[in-house]
């Protein structure tokens, strides 16, 4: 039987899939009918799989920088070299930096943490994603103490009504897309919220376009009305959560007039969705949490708002963020953070940092470390050595601060610009070379099992890892991923009943996973709880980016279709390769988006050159003129390298602290 | 016409696996899901699964494949292509019906048209076919509605049905014959044909009523779709829920189209590989320089349910393209499955 | 090769290129190049046959395969193509030097009438690297001169330096009784010929209606303004011939990546009326 059923590694949905492997090679990919979530479907991405994996482009030797150049080497060498220099820095704190990958497995991404923290000394570790999805944890965390998705995308039919939120769900996750659609053809009620008309927005009851920038008033306008009408859940609030009367406190500053303004709804369309989220017995929310989630208030008032309406706790309910790499979830479950251990728990808790440095027999700092990317921005961080895992080509970015550093390591399957950075290059094996879990979006831990055989003396991340630690001294003794697992198994309580014989037949398990809960926990119940829920604390300021006079436009900075993080992986295939490609042929240089009334007023057509002009700077790009755009509302998708070094670098600040939501005022010049 | 004992039948294949790769439905012990693959031993295959989750086609057309390689030195000006493309011969074991409508929707297309596709023919000239009929239709079948099923009137070489202990082997080719007496199976009587008849008339009576009942309709939209009278709004209102990611085309048995791409391997030779494609994605015309034919998702919908129920594709196919498997309904994230599809043009007829 | 794919007198298959060599490259307008090119099997040379219209998909090594008209005629001409540089396939093209070699498959598609029309007037009308396709039935017309009535050629580019084959197009005029009449778009010193589309020279060249076949090649904007006007003159639909151009990978009418509604132009085209191409469908 030459078709072996495995999870398909693109985004945070967790698709099951099963790869045609002839010969040693992945030679097709077919979609899993009995998987619990993707039931027999795929996306376009997850239906060229096949493509990516026999890709040739693969680093097939380690490498060694002699005078400048590469020189390949044994493994044994690479590693007793990264050993040695990694434990000659004396203030490895500030000094040694590790960058896990949201797409290593489980087993990967822990070691690597185990490794930088129990055998390097440093809390220096992070994933690239800093900033979406760890906000949407950690309010998650602080209010129910399960830093995941509170509903399961196996329940998506079981939602009344489902609000979608920003994120062209379609594009992006697109078989959580198609889940939602299902469940709108099947009367569940969906209404999304966004600036675009995307696709989803087009599939479901009700899109609200709401100006750009104003989801966060959107929401509180919501739990004001929610409040107003006396339609909040009271006996769930009263019974089961606290903090409700600061929360419903800081509502009042909102006026009816501001709301309208910022937003551009009125009232009467937000009324409608806080009498339809209040009558619906269940109710989900779902909203982007990848490279560029929403920021940390943002997702406080979602979840508020579903707290008060009584929307979570309970079968078919729950606040869902989504995630948009495939172990994005998992990295953050495998302590790849400054400040965390496995299973979310902080450092600073002396307990849980007791349990790993007895299980580990070796200590490690107990002040949180620092993110990379801050780090290098950071000139007086005092950063020398940087070890990267499976990048995407984003770091490169930050090339000039790489350069100055006295020691670079990359660890990583496919060839890959930044490995020019590196003085040691480690060739890694590709997913379906070796058994690795993977946690998608809705804390699913699923086990992708060998399928092919490495290149020849090809490693596995593991084993990678394995080695450097035993050349620095420490004793590891794993002969595989299983041995892994059930060490986190026996660090994380979330994790505590997983193991590699659990895992049979399709679909995984959903953590937490303990003795209480030996099968897993599809969603989040009120009395998993150690306490009451929390409502979250929020800013209670509405400042929004708003027009003015010089710069009138709102410009929202965006995915675009079949670009996907920076297409690193996609441009290894051929046929996502060219339906990407497609979109550049007509616009080579990029695009900005407006409304055809716009368009009309500039006097520029299709593909005509503009000036975009902000107050840090400008760029010239070509129009598009589309009908997923208002009035004075402008995109530009994030995509082409360019538009990212030229302009967007510019406003990089801008666009952090904004998360998705960034928005830049501009305006626009025809040339 | 012959009879083989129901614990014998796969010694047929056993037969047949002595000069051909074998291939035949076996379920995958993981995922409980059925595919039409290579078993690792003969008694894997399993006649009374479901129907394969994917169609044979890719035993005659491969989701991927190298058509030949060559070679360039550019220094010495020398170029070689080098043509090795030979598949070894198959049998496809306990084919359904709409599968061998599938291959032969193929054949006619690949072989029968102004040009030949050696690299098709390669794959199917010395294929051997034992069908299999359908003694119970599965989730979303249609066969019935499109004339392909449940079982297989023409272009197998051995034809199956399941009379209860035993199998009815009905020969329809010489080599067929000859192998049914290589290994000595009884002859069957007109009687048998008769439980034959009545195992077909069950199984066309247990098919969904939205399959019966879309029995006419099928043609009614062909009509419609070959004379364009179809509004664009019941395109647009397609186009809208076409998540554009190909799985109807690859699940399609009928659906043919594909790509080619020159792929440099690190050796600097360079492969020329066949790979699926699909008519939902917005690349597939495009041109090189620019301009793209067909834009909007919904053209292209509109393109794929005209070659699968227009008569000017079926004159291609001398059959319509779609086959009644219900495999595109199961896949399609936006639940546009042709079924579906013929729903809706099916409502817009209607409430004229 | 003959004229059907599958070659009966060399029994290689149609998806197997043949190897030719660049014997001479051509700098033409600005990012288009002719390819001078020789079969390296020389059996060929003599049965390598092809019809005014035609195409044959052309391998660069390295870098993939894509579709290109034949401009030369059927008779005595050079095997040669022009091609204009617009992606990875053609930019590599562009790259090769004299001596390099690449692979040929084809003549496919099925080409413009010729012993059809013997009789009739014909207006050749291009835009641009329209001519390029054209250029095949031009000089296959012109050798047989006496089979013909009135010959024109009316031919519009942006500018001076757009205009293909004008070197070519100067030993035509020579010929006698063939009438042409160029213009660009917008007057630059030193042009002495028309200024103007190349639509309004319909009216200049005083097109005949009756008895009269026009060829039309060119951009989408100019191609339906041409149209427009020869049928205002008087031309019917089915004496007006076009030839497509769409994105290919197999010649052959079994990728189906040119399909247009009903037809394939690969296999169906690439020529067609327009009589044709208004029921195709489909936007062309």
């Known amino acids: 039987m030459n078709y072996k059923a495995g999870v398909c590694n693109f985004c945070g949905t967790g698709c099951g899939h099963i790869l045609n492997v002839e010969g040693g090679a992945v030679n097709g990919v077919f979609a899993l009918q009995g998987h619990p979530v993707s039931k027999g479907r795929l996306c376009v991405r997850g239906w060229h799989m096949h493509e990516l994996l026999r890709d040739s482009q693969r680093i097939d030797s380690p490498m060694i920088k002699k005078n400048g150049r590469f020189e390949k080497a044994g493994y044994d060498e690479a590693i007793s070299l990264v050993a040695k220099k990694l434990g000659e820095y004396k203030n490895p704190s500030s000094e040694i930096a590790f960058l896990a990958s949201p797409r290593s497995s489980n087993e990967d991404g822990y070691l690597l943490m185990k490794l930088a923290r129990s055998v390097f000394k440093t809390n220096n570790i992070s994933l690239d994603s800093e900033s979406g999805h760890r906000n949407s944890l950690n309010v998650l965390h602080r209010g129910t103490g399960m830093a995941g998705m509170l509903g399961s995308l196996e329940d998506i039919k079981k939602a009344e009504y489902i609000l979608v939120i920003g994120t062209d769900l379609t594009r992006q996750n697109p078989i959580i897309g198609s889940e939602i659609h299902m469940a709108a053809r099947a009367g569940s009620k969906v209404v999304t919220v966004g600036s675009k008309l995307t696709q989803i927005a087009k599939l479901s009851d009700v899109h609200l376009q709401l100006k750009p920038g104003s989801k966060k008033v959107f929401l509180a306008a919501v739990a004001k009305s929610l409040i107003e009408e006396n339609l909040h859940d009271a006996e769930f609030i009263q019974k089961h959560t606290e903090g409700f009367d600061g929360f419903a406190n800081s509502l009042g500053s909102l006026s009816h007039n501001d709301i309208s303004s910022i937003t551009g709804l009125g009232l009467e369309d937000i009324k409608t969705v806080a009498r339809d989220l209040a009558t619906a017995k269940t109710a989900m929310v779902f909203f982007t949490s990848g490279i560029s989630g929403l920021d940390e208030d943002t997702v406080s008032y979602i979840y508020n708002l579903f707290v008060i309406a009584g929307k979570i706790g309970k079968e078919g309910c729950g606040v869902n963020p989504v995630t948009g790499i495939c172990n994005l979830q998992g990295g953050y479950d495998m302590g790849l953070a400054p400040d965390l251990l496995t299973g979310f728990r902080p450092i600073s808790d002396k307990s849980a940092a007791k349990s790993f440095s007895d299980a580990w027999g070796a200590g490690f700092p107990d002040e949180p470390g620092r993110g990379v990317y801050e780090m290098l921005a950071d000139k007086s961080s005092g950063l020398k050595a940087l070890v990267v895992v499976d990048h995407d080509e984003s770091i490169v970015r930050q090339a000039e601060a790489i350069k100055k550093l006295d020691f670079v390591v990359y660890v990583g399957s496919f060839e890959n610009p930044f490995a020019e950075y590196a003085d040691v290059v480690i060739p890694s094996a590709a997913y379906v070379e070796y058994d690795g879990t993977y946690t998608s979006t809705d804390r699913r831990v699923q086990l992708s099992r060998k399928k092919t055989e490495p290149a020849e003396g090809v490693m596995p991340a593991w084993r990678i890892f394995t080695g450097i630690a035993e050349k620095a001294s420490a004793r590891w003794s794993y002969s595989s991923p299983a041995d892994v697992m059930a060490e986190i198994a026996k660090l994380t309580p979330s994790y505590s009943g997983i193991s590699y014989d659990r895992f049979s037949g399709v679909g995984g398990i959903q953590w937490p996973c303990d003795g209480r809960r030996p099968e897993g926990t599809r969603y989040f119940r009120v009395d998993d709880a150690a306490s009451k829920i929390k409502l979250a604390g929020v800013t209670g300021s ?46 080579p240089k990029g695009y900005v988006e407006i409304s055809g009334d716009d368009a009309k007023k500039l006097q520029v057509r299709d593909r005509w050159p503009v000036n975009i002009v902000s107050q840090y700077g400008s760029m010239k790009v070509a129009v598009r003129v589309s009908d997923e755009v208002r009035s004075e509302t402008a995109f530009v998708p994030y995509f082409i390298q360019d538009m990212i070094t030229e302009f967007l670098l510019a406003h990089n600040e801008l666009i952090i602290e904004q998360g998705e939501d960034a928005i830049i005022p501009i305006r626009i010049e025809k040339v | ?48 699964a479901p129907i394969p989750s994917q169609p044979p086609k890719h035993t005659v057309f491969p989701q991927i494949e190298r058509i030949f390689h060559y070679s360039y030195d550019k220094g010495a000006k020398r170029a070689e292509i080098i043509a090795d493309f030979k598949p070894e011969p198959k049998a496809l074991f306990g084919l359904r019906s709409c599968d061998l409508n599938g291959v032969q929707c193929l054949d006619r297309f690949f072989i029968g048209q102004e040009f030949t596709d050696d690299v098709y023919l390669e794959h199917r000239k010395k294929t051997f076919i034992v069908t299999n009929t359908c003694v119970k239709p599965f989730k979303q079948c249609f066969c019935v509605c499109t004339d392909s099923g449940p079982s297989a009137r023409e272009g197998y070489d051995l034809n199956m049905t399941d009379l209860g202990d035993e199998y009815l082997v009905e020969a329809g080719s010489d080599r067929g014959k000859a192998l049914a007496e290589k290994m000595g199976l009884k002859k069957a009587g007109s009687g048998h044909l008769e439980a034959k008849k009545a195992v077909v008339d069950g199984s066309i009576s247990r098919f969904e009523s939205i399959a019966t009942d879309n029995k006419a309709w099928i043609s009614r939209v062909m009509n419609r779709i070959t004379t364009g009278f179809i509004k664009g709004e019941i395109w647009e209102y397609i186009g809208n829920q076409c998540f554009e990611c190909g799985a109807c085309t690859f699940v399609c048995p009928s659906c043919s189209c594909f790509n080619i791409e020159d792929v440099n391997r690190k050796d600097s030779s360079t492969d020329r590989l066949r790979s699926w494609d699909s008519c939902s994605f917005e690349g597939y015309t495009r041109m090189a320089g620019d301009h793209n034919p067909r834009k909007p998702v919904e053209d292209r919908r509109n393109k794929r349910f005209f070659c699968k129920l227009s008569y000017s594709q079926s004159k291609k196919y001398l059959r319509p393209g779609c086959v009644g498997c219900g495999r595109c309904q199961w896949v399609c994230p936006g639940d546009i499955g042709l079924p579906n599809v013929v729903t809706y043009i099916r409502r817009e007829i209607t409430s004229r | 090769m003959c004229e059907k794919g599958n070659c009966e007198n060399t029994n290689r298959a149609v998806t197997i290129p043949e190897i030719a060599t660049i014997d001479e490259i051509k700098d033409e307008i600005e990012d288009v190049k002719t390819f001078y090119l020789s079969f390296d099997d020389k059996k060929l040379d003599g049965s390598f046959r092809i019809k005014s219209g035609q195409f044959i998909m052309c391998t660069v090594f390295g870098a993939g395969e894509f579709a290109v008209s034949l401009p030369p005629s059927p008779e005595n001409d050079r095997f040669h193509i022009s091609v204009r540089k617009v992606g990875k396939v053609t930019d590599a093209l562009h790259e090769l030097t004299a001596g390099d070699k690449v692979g040929i498959r084809g003549p496919f598609g099925n080409g413009f009438p010729f012993d059809e029309i013997k009789g009739k007037n014909v207006v050749y009308v291009a835009g641009g690297i329209g001519l390029i396709p054209l250029r095949s039935s031009i000089v296959h017309v012109l050798q047989h001169r006496e089979d013909f009535g009135r010959i024109i050629l009316l031919y519009g580019a942006r500018s001076p330096k757009d205009l293909m084959y004008e070197y070519m197009i100067e030993k035509w005029q020579k010929i006698d009784g063939f009438e042409t009449f160029i213009s660009i778009d917008n007057p630059v010193d030193g042009w002495k010929g028309e200024v103007g589309f190349v639509n309004q020279l319909i009216e200049k060249a005083n097109v005949p209606a009756e008895n009269t076949v026009a060829f039309v090649c060119g951009p989408p904007v100019m191609f339906n303004n041409v149209i427009r006007d020869l049928m205002a003159r008087g031309l019917k639909d089915d004496s007006i011939i076009s030839t497509l151009e769409r994105h290919m990978k197999c010649g052959i009418g079994k990728c189906q990546h040119c399909a247009i509604g009903r037809t394939l132009v690969c296999t169906d085209g690439p020529v067609y009326t327009y009589r044709q191409i208004k029921t195709l469908g489909e936007q062309i």
Not at chain 2, 9 to 14: G, M
């Open chain 1, 542 to 587: 509405f400042k929004t980016m708003r027009p003015s006079g010089e710069y009138p436009w709102l410009l929202m900075v965006g995915k675009a279709n079949h670009f996907w993080h920076q297409n690193n992986l996609m441009k290894r295939t051929f046929i996502p390769k060219r339906e990407y490609n497609a979109t550049l042929l007509l616009y």
């Open chain 2, 1 to 48: 016409m012959f009879l083989i004992k129901k614990s014998e039948v796969l010694k047929l294949a056993e037969e047949l696996s002595k000069t051909y790769a074998v291939y035949g439905p076996v379920v995958e012990k993981e995922s409980n899901q059925t595919f039409f693959v290579r078993p690792d031993s003969i008694g894997d295959i399993d006649l009374d």
